[in-house]
Nanobody, 117 residues
Framework: QLQASGGGLVQSGGSLRLSCLVS????????IGWFRQAPGKERERISC????????YTSESVKGRVGAFRDNVENMAYLRVNSLKPEDTAVYYC????????????WGQGTQVTVSS
């Protein structure tokens, strides 16, 4: 129902825009959360955007370097990550929940982001 894309190999200091295609649910009624998981580490929630467009949560690890956006008409959500660091290397996922502070039940396949130093 959700498919993240846009990952790839990027040099440190670069930027990426990740996309999340939402299908099978009415996107207008859902918050979209962005998560990542690096090898050997727990999954980390890095940002969330409510259906209204408000962003009540951004992880300290990416604060000031990310922007979350959504287009409910196109059923797309986006996460732009700037000033990428090697520690940003992870598989990035998008997921849906009624609100950012609720359980995320709808997950998509992730997209790999690799940042070279």
């Amino acid at each position: 129902q959700l498919q993240a894309s846009g990952g790839g190999l990027v040099q440190s200091g670069g930027s990426l825009r990740l996309s999340c295609l939402v299908s099978g649910i009415t996107m207008d009624y859902y918050a979209i959360g962005w998560f990542r998981q690096a090898p050997g580490k727990e999954r980390e929630r890095i940002s969330c955007i409510e259906s209204t467009g408000t962003i009540p949560y951004t992880s300290e690890s990416v604060k000031g370097r990310v922007g979350a956006f959504r287009d409910n008409v196109e059923n797309m959500a986006y996460l732009r990550v700037n000033s990428l660091k090697p520690e940003d290397t992870a598989v990035y996922y998008c997921a849906a929940a009624p609100h950012c502070d609720e359980r995320f039940d709808s997950w998509g396949q992730g997209t790999q982001v690799t940042v070279s130093s």
